[in-house]
């Protein structure tokens, strides 16, 4: 049998390379015998080896030639083994390489290298020993005697191309109209051009697909071109566009065979269009008559061929092989192109659409139908904008007043080109140009136009309502906006000087709402250290006793907080969001992520599920709404039934926001022990009572106190009697003095249930 | 998904095989689990722990075939499978590592006689799934409760349990409640006369036989992979099969790429015994390996294949065998492959192409040593005193 490495030299010098040696002492060891040492030349040696493969026994998948012993090359990089993993080359010159996937493309009259891993080789040899390449090479040898060898059986495994010069990003579906659909202009028989651009002289090679040139636009197309043509070379804003060629194949000529010489020159692109059956005669004419049509002496071309059945990972049977020509206009005499002119080969890349970025990024569940409004497009706002966007859900409306400057920069996802430019706009704008050639359905605006906010038909169209504006008049604004009763609202802030991030997301119909979990969360302090710690932190650093600084606001020049804390906050909060909006919780819930920024670095989080508030209006006064944390109610209820015929009562705790008109009930205290009831009258005691409410008061950092009173009514009526009305008036004139002024809050139980008072 | 396995353990002189199917079904076809005290006998429950499905933490195969009710085809089945009502199953249990016997297959034939424990324990789990169903008690169709029978009845009638029934001839395609589109079973025997069949062999003969058929596609037309199972059928049986298989034009159930040698490489499949009375193979039997495919294998579940007085396994059927597929195509499992001194299992893999053998596995450049490690598990003396 003929090998390939018959034609290659002895290496004669001394191999320095230890892991070579070591290498190569292990590949004696399981040919159990001394290896050939062969010059690769570039500095790399080959070692011709053989494998043994198990075959399958009612014989080889299309009756492939594969032996049971197949010589292999083993190349090594004698300087960069093995952090390069070996190069693996059948050594056989009559291998059935035409009719296998995974091999690369033979290059440079060398036999084709088998694509032995699907990612990077490198990567992959970096936990391996050459045991187990010699074993993944005998695997695939028997994957490709049994037919296995493309994963996806019913399909086409599309050529593995290498030595790439330059890539061409365009979508396949697009150019798949040109061929299946004769969506562009046909220059002549299966000829269309396509309209491309470089985006940058900076990196490799990339042209980008702009448009495929119809009859309809073809002459503005050609206007629009010699526009940008004409503009000053050094002008940053001309644009470097290519006229691409596209051709193709008859539909009845179908090729199984991988060409795996794919060409490299004029003379061998000829021979490749006539086994193809593609007419390149009129392609030829074209480029040399019109040869000043492209500014550029390179220029791709794009080659659709046909495969039997549909290729892996694309909707057709249409395969592209990618193409740039190097012609000159020495090149070309009389509508013929003289010289054999070099060819390169492109690497096709996709562009990035929503449903790749959803499917990539593991959340392919995650509808982006409904639109979702984004309140503040800040430090936290933009992190968590990006994580959205860049899993495909683009269906936003980013709404913020602010303007980028430089100091945001330190915190926001923004750049600085972006300084000056409106947050919400450079974001929209940004996130645009990630999917290119898809509407992202983004809209950006520093506000609502006025009012619009509260009207009714506004938050219809949308789903979530995301507010990330640190803002506490925002906070209040939307927990008593009416008219996202059927929104999600969820809010994010950051407190505890950057170290605890804060994520309420409101349970089923608005209840529990933003401000009831963030009364609940205060109202953890009383046995949560943590939360305790946190409030009375806030309580020592704020100006005003009743301030809790919910969010940093990063206006502030002076504001230290690092980058890093702003995005473990916006990661998690992402995450949660992330799964809320795949399958949305029934129940209120609050999430903390806390940095614990001590001698050891550390991050926890916190989840607190809560039920729905019991909410009543006060009889006098419906302006006001009472919200009872779950279970104060039944308390309630409980000591009435207890107290029997005599009148009983105790003291509310929690707090009372004149904003949004709300008194928050997050605790009962029972009458003091020195409280008389009876049938008429209930004397509400004072023993023990300060000290129980100043602990409460202490815990929470001043969140939660005194809010009210209750006693009941054991045989009704369902309103205050007199002498409740003069309680309630020696209580105003203590209140109303207070600063702020505290509202009297009384509320009386009967059987036929409660009813609360606010003066 | 994973291809289509089959594979013999190595228990000496007895069968376990286990096929598992692309969609993970188990099917187990007798057992003959030997205590692994000494250190040259192949874990083989170790290896089902592994290999087969969990419920709930609860080890279990989707069918149990036993053939018939010799000792060395059903030992251990009392002490590692589980008996008795499914809901009962135990922390204890599953701590025991007892395997669920999801669906039982079960012929009324081979329970006539009781010769040995695990053979009984087999028998009464079988009557009580029969009982269950029989009285349509609303669990009998749970897993652990599920059966088939194979076959004709014996003494006991079971006429009203008729749709729980496969007989020679049919194809079964549902097993443990699903229905398999790659995969069927032909079933050749017991048949009826072998009701009537007398002496000392009669457990032998009247083994539950068939043919494992797999394919790759549902749209394919031939198999991908055939595999014969016949427990410990006798040249007699064979010769019936062969005529009737003929007869009603079945000749696609006789073809073979694995022939799993009945009787641990008995000479019983091809002439009555003793060898030495009767040397010439039957030609029903050699007509039998003749619808072998291309590359076919004979596997001898036995003991070492030596010219000796001991047998089975018998060196006379080893070349009988040999002459139809080749020294290379005949495998032992005590010698197939052997590591550290313990035979291991022969595998192999349903491909488009055929059988072919499972892929080696990577290794990676990391490693640890696990504390199955016989250095761990054994003193090791050091030091520079003297000896």
């Known amino acids: ?759 | 998904m994973a291809n289509a396995t089959i594979k013999y353990y190595p228990v000496g002189n007895g069968d376990t095989s286990l096929i598992t199917l692309e969609d993970k079904t188990t099917i187990v076809v007798d057992c003959n689990i030997r205590n692994c005290d000494n250190d040259e006998t192949y874990d083989v429950k170790k290896d089902l722990l592994q290999s087969l499905q969990y419920s709930n933490g609860i080890p279990y195969v989707d069918v149990f075939i036993l053939t018939h009710g010799d000792q060395d085809h059903c030992r251990g089945f009392k002490k590692h499978f589980y008996q008795g009502a499914p809901e009962k199953y135990s922390e204890s249990d599953k701590k025991e590592g007892l395997i669920r016997v999801d669906t039982m297959w079960f012929s009324p034939m081979i329970a006539e006689e009781h010769t040995n424990d695990d053979e009984d324990a087999y028998q009464k789990e079988a009557e009580r799934r029969l009982s269950l169903h029989r009285s349509k008690d609303p669990k009998k169709d749970n897993a652990g409760n599920r059966i088939k029978i194979i076959g004709y009845d014996g003494s006991t009638d079971y006429k009203d349990l008729d749709h729980l029934r496969a007989k020679p001839g049919d194809i079964v395609d549902r097993f443990n409640d699903r229905n398999q589109v790659l995969f069927s079973i032909f079933i050749h025997a017991p048949f009826k006369e072998h009701l009537e069949a007398l002496g000392d062999d009669k457990k032998n003969s009247t083994s539950i036989v068939f043919q494992a058929r797999f394919k790759k596609t549902s749209y394919q037309q031939d198999f991908s992979t055939l595999a014969m199972f016949g427990g410990d059928s006798d040249h007699t049986s064979w010769c019936i099969i062969l005529e009737k298989t003929k007869k009603y034009k079945n000749e696609h159930a006789l073809k073979w790429d694995l022939f799993l040698s009945p009787h641990h490489c008995s000479w019983s499949f091809f002439n009555d015994r003793p060898q030495e009375e009767n040397p010439d193979p039957k030609d029903t039997s050699l007509e039998v390996l003749n619808y072998r495919r291309n590359n076919a294998k004979v596997i001898a579940s036995s003991k070492k294949i030596l010219n000796d007085e001991d047998n089975p396994p018998h060196y006379e059927a080893k070349r009988e065998y040999v002459k139809k597929v080749t020294d290379g195509n005949f495998l032992n499992t005590t010698t197939y492959n052997i590591v550290n001194k313990i035979p291991q299992p022969i595998v192999f893999e349903v491909t488009s192409q055929g059988i072919v053998k499972p892929k080696h596995v990577e290794g990676s450049a990391k490693v640890a040593g696990g504390a199955g490690l016989g250095i761990v598990n054994t003193t090791s003396k050091y030091g520079n005193g003297e000896v």
Request: hydrophobic share 35%; with cysteine.
């Open chain 1, 1 to 759: 049998m003929e090998k390939f490495s018959d034609s290659l030299p002895l290496f004669t010098n001394d191999i320095e390379n230890p892991e070579i040696q070591d290498s190569l002492k292990s590949l004696c060891q399981l040919q159990g015998d001394q290896v050939k040492i062969l010059d690769w030349g570039n500095s790399r040696i080959a070692i011709p080896i053989e494998i043994n493969i198990d075959l399958p026994s009612l014989g080889n998948f299309d009756d492939l030639d594969i032996r049971e012993k197949e010589p292999v090359i083993f190349v090594f990089d004698l300087i960069n083994y093995p952090v390069s993993a070996p190069r693996v080359y059948t050594d056989r010159l009559d291998f059935p390489k035409n009719n296998l996937a995974h091999l690369y493309v033979a290059v440079n009259n060398r036999p084709p290298a088998f694509c032995y891993v699907r990612g990077n080789a490198d990567e992959w040899y970096a936990n391996k020993r050459i045991e187990d390449l010699v074993i993944r090479i005998s695997n695939w040898l028997r994957d490709g005697a049994t037919g296995e060898l493309t994963e996806n059986g019913e399909q086409y495994e599309p050529l593995r191309l290498e030595g790439y010069s330059g890539s061409i990003i365009y979508d396949y579906d697009t150019l798949l109209t040109v061929v299946a659909n004769k969506a562009a202009f046909e220059f002549g028989d299966k000829f269309s051009i396509v309209l491309f651009e470089r985006p940058s002289n900076l990196g490799r090679y990339t042209y980008k697909f702009v448009r495929p040139i119809t009859d309809k636009n073809a002459l503005t197309t050609i206007k629009e071109v010699d526009e940008e043509r004409k503009k000053d070379k050094e002008d940053v804003t001309r644009k470097k566009y290519y006229y691409g060629y596209v051709l193709w194949s008859e539909e009845d000529v179908i090729r199984r065979e991988y060409e795996v010489n794919i060409p490299r020159s004029w003379d061998e692109f000829k021979l490749f269009c006539e086994y193809y059956h593609i007419k390149y005669k009129e392609f030829e004419k074209f480029i040399t008559t019109y040869s000043k049509i492209n500014e550029y002496i390179y220029f791709p071309v794009i080659i659709g061929i046909r495969r039997p059945s549909q290729l892996i990972g694309y909707s057709s049977n249409v395969e592209f092989i990618n193409l740039r020509f190097k012609v000159t206009s020495s090149d070309i005499e009389q509508e013929k192109i003289v010289n054999n002119v070099p060819i390169d080969m492109l690497s096709h890349n996709q562009p990035l659409t929503k449903k790749l970025a959803g499917h990539i990024s593991g959340l392919d569940k995650i509808s982006d139908s409904k639109r979702n409004v984004i309140f503040g497009c800040g430090a936290i706002g933009s992190k968590m904008i990006m994580h959205l966007a860049r899993s495909g859900q683009t269906n936003l409306t980013l709404i913020d007043p602010d303007y980028i400057s430089p100091h945001n920069l330190v915190r926001h996802t923004l750049f600085g080109e972006d300084v000056g430019h409106n947050k919400a706009e450079a974001l929209a704008e940004k996130i645009e140009k990630i999917y290119p050639y898809e509407n992202t359905k983004i809209i950006s605006g520093t506000s609502f136009k006025d009012g619009l906010i509260g009207q009714k038909e506004t938050f219809e169209k949308y789903d979530w309502v995301l507010d990330f504006t640190a803002s506490e008049a925002f906070f209040n604004r939307l927990s008593t906006l009416r008219n996202i009763d059927n929104n999600h609202v969820v809010s994010a802030s950051i407190s505890d000087f950057g170290n605890l991030g804060i994520m309420y997301k409101e349970g089923n119909n608005r209840n529990p709402r933003l401000d009831d979990l963030q009364v609940y969360l205060f109202s953890l302090a009383e046995n949560d250290l943590n939360i305790r710690n946190w409030l009375k932190n806030e309580q020592a650093s704020a100006h005003s006793n009743l301030t809790v600084h919910v969010g940093v606001g990063c206006n502030s020049e002076t504001t230290v907080l690092s980058d890093h804390k702003i995005s473990s906050h916006a990661s998690y909060f992402s995450g949660v969001l992330q799964k809320e909006m795949s399958m949305m919780s029934a129940e209120g819930k609050i999430y903390l992520n806390r940095i614990i920024d001590s001698k050891d670095y550390r991050i926890e989080t916190q989840v607190f599920n809560v039920k729905p508030f019991d909410m009543f209006q006060a009889v006098n006064n419906t302006n006001w709404e009472i919200r009872f944390k779950q279970g104060i109610v039944e308390q309630l209820t409980k000591e009435f039934t207890i107290a029997g015929k005599n009148e009983t009562g105790g003291v509310f705790v929690g707090v009372c926001n004149y904003k949004t008109k709300t008194i928050h009930i997050t605790g009962s205290i029972k009458a003091p022990l020195d409280s008389k009831g009876s049938t008429t009258q209930f004397v509400r005691g004072q023993n023990g009572l300060a000290n129980e409410i100043s602990a409460i008061e202490k815990s929470s950092g001043g969140q939660i106190g005194y809010v009210g009173e209750w006693h009941t009514h054991p045989d009704g009526p369902n309103c205050l009697s007199k002498q409740d009305m003069e309680s309630v008036k020696k209580h105003k004139e203590e209140c109303s003095n207070l600063q702020p002024p505290l509202p009297v809050f009384l509320s009386i139980i009967t059987p036929t249930g409660i009813f609360p008072y606010v003066f």
